[in-house]
């Protein structure tokens, strides 16, 4: 029962520097997300992917890419950090109408 | 700008008293309020939901109290434990779309003993 499985689970990158953060679900949903949290302003939506072959801007996708490879797998690219983009990431995913099963978080921090 | 508003952003609560957090939100699109635990180090975890057809929904110790007209939603945790120490956010989605969430700002709870 792995639910929603998300590498790596800290990083530490230089400015400009990219990287790909993964997620992975083994639940069959159909829809998959990535948010950010900072401290005091919660969850922020960054990229969604409502279904397989689809993917979309939330609130915050500037500095951001994703693929959504297959159904299972939903990653987030940072193609040039910055410190602002020092976070903790968020991947869930869903089926439509219900509520998110969440990832464990990773947590990036951009020098 | 914030489509959930939540409040307190913190709450120290004695053991066995009654948490009470509220949020509140403007978009009438929305229509599933789902509320999230989140402890140190983990990610957010569903705790208890509702939709607008019902006024209050409870699961345990939890309940959630839910007011269309004024668009207030809020969560109570009775006979408050430690083990409820942490940090608590409500969210929203539309009934269209792709589901998405908007989730408030959260709630950090402290339960003495």
């Known amino acids: 029962n792995a639910g929603v499985t998300q590498t790596p689970k800290f990083q530490v990158l230089k400015t400009g520097q990219s990287m790909t953060l993964q997620c992975a679900q083994d639940?069959?949903?159909?829809?998959m997300y990535w948010y950010r949290q900072d401290p005091g302003m919660g969850l922020r939506l960054i990229y969604y992917s409502a279904s397989e072959g689809t993917t979309d801007k939330g609130e915050v996708p500037n500095g951001y890419n994703v693929s959504r490879l297959n159904k299972r797998e939903f990653s987030l690219r940072l193609e040039s950090a910055a410190p602002s983009q020092t976070s903790v990431y968020f991947c869930?995913?869903?089926?439509?109408?219900?509520?998110?099963?969440f990832g464990s978080g990773t947590r990036l921090t951009v020098v | 700008q914030q489509q959930v508003k939540q409040s307190p952003q913190s709450l120290i609560v004695q053991k066995g008293g009654i948490s009470i957090i509220n949020c509140a939100y403007e978009n009438t699109a929305f229509d599933y309020f789902p509320w999230y635990q989140q402890f140190p180090g983990k990610g957010p975890a569903l705790l208890i939901a509702i939709r607008p057809d019902v006024s209050e929904k409870k699961e345990g110790r939890f309940t959630i109290s839910f007011n269309k007209s004024a668009k207030q939603f809020s969560l109570h945790i009775m006979d408050s434990q430690p083990g409820d120490s942490a940090t608590y956010f409500c969210?929203?989605?539309?009934?269209?779309?792709?589901?998405?969430?908007?989730f408030g700002t959260g709630t950090r709870l402290t339960v003495i003993p």
């Open positions: 639940m069959n949903h159909n829809s």
């Open positions: 969210a929203a989605s539309p009934r269209t779309g792709a589901n998405n969430l908007f």
């Open positions: 869930a995913s869903s089926v439509t109408g219900q509520g998110y099963t």
